[in-house]
């Protein structure tokens, strides 16, 4: 069964588009990779689905809610509850510390704390980030940082995690290992997963790939490492 379903979506910045009539789906509990070149509108594709952008023309479907048609508020419902984002530049907010960083989605969306704040010292001890909870982002190493993102996107076990070139400030032995753990930590949970890359070495740990350029999904949709030259970083 797919949990998303993009229809013919066009997005404009200007007069360009970022996203050409592109469609496709995602079946429930799956895990993807959709590899695409810098500006090729892999992050405008995951601000689509997460309901932080909306599309210009064509319908984004997540489980039966057609975001195109949403307003504000029920989309700010649908990303607390139904959504997991990691970012490519950390989102963390800087004023509080990580461990309230991480708590705030369950507090916004009104949900019981301690079993929210005890999946979060399990991730975080998972990952090697506890001694992290009580101190500010800016306090952190970049990889730290992304780690703690991983937590705090985990933490109310989302449908749907997004995840926006995760592994773009690692080394190739962490990359591995952050590509890993969301796979597994995906799998855990029952979550689908879409991760957007330029690095075909993360994409091709995935066994279903997308290739975007141009906003634009090139051979039908899949990615075969055979006959498809990667694209330029
Ligand atoms: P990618 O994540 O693959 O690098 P993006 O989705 O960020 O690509 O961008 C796709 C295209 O849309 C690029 O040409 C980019 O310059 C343009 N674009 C993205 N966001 C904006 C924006 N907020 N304003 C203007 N142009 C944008
Ligand atoms: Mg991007």
Not at 23 to 45: F, P, R, V
Not at 209 to 219: A, E, H, I, N, P
């Amino acid at each position: 069964m797919s949990l998303v379903q993009v229809e013919k979506v066009s997005k404009k910045y200007g007069d360009d588009y970022a996203l050409n009539q592109l469609s496709l789906s995602l079946e429930s509990k799956d895990q993807y990779a959709i590899l695409g070149a810098s500006g090729s509108g892999k992050s405008t594709l995951l601000y689509l689905l997460g309901g932080l952008e909306k599309a210009d023309s064509g319908n984004v479907i997540v489980d039966g809610l057609n975001l195109s048609k949403m307003s504000d508020e029920k989309l700010a419902t649908y990303r607390n509850e139904l959504v997991g984002f990691i970012f490519q530049f950390h989102f963390l907010l800087p004023s509080m510390n990580c461990e309230k960083n991480i708590l705030l989605p369950a507090e916004i969306g009104a949900k019981k704390i301690g079993p929210v704040r005890k999946k979060c010292y399990e991730l975080a001890e998972y990952l090697g980030v506890t001694h992290c909870l009580k101190k500010f982002p800016y306090q952190l190493s970049g990889g730290e940082q992304q780690r703690v993102n991983i937590v705090r996107a985990l933490s109310l076990k989302p449908r749907l995690l997004l995840c926006d070139e995760p592994t773009g400030n690692l080394d190739s032995e962490n990359s591995a290992k952050v590509t890993g753990l969301l796979k597994s930590l995906a799998r855990e949970f029952g979550s689908t997963l879409a991760v957007v890359t330029h690095d075909p070495g993360v994409a091709e740990k995935f066994e279903k790939r997308f290739v975007l350029k141009d906003g634009m999904l090139s051979q039908e949709g899949f990615f075969h490492p055979t006959n498809e030259p990667p694209p330029a970083p």
